[in-house]
């Protein structure tokens, strides 16, 4: 097995096993009994679809796909820690 093949099967599986990552996170999403669990599961969603944009990147070789992984990174970031902060205390802005 050449070294090109075993590369494009070991990104194959990864996407199908983030997308699977990315099912699981949507139940719990819906699903989660509390607010808790629900902002972990966004924030489990959000990192696998950073890494599966990773995986086209890496498959592609555009780099454009590495871009928008920072982005979502970011905002990923910003999102779950305004959440953590309002389920804290009631409120985002002081």
Known sequence: MSAHALLVW????????????????AFRLLRG??????VLALDAFYVSGMMLILTFG?????????EAAVVIALLG????AAL???????????
């Open 10 to 25: 070991s990104l194959i599986l990864a996407e199908l096993a983030l997308v699977a990552a990315m099912a699981l996170a």
């Open 33 to 38: 009994p509390r607010a808790q669990d629900r």
């Open 58 to 66: 890496i498959e592609t070789g555009d780099t454009i796909y590495f």
């Open 77 to 80: 970031f910003v999102s779950t």
């Open 84 to 94: 953590a902060k309002f389920l804290m205390r009631g409120e985002t802005i002081e």
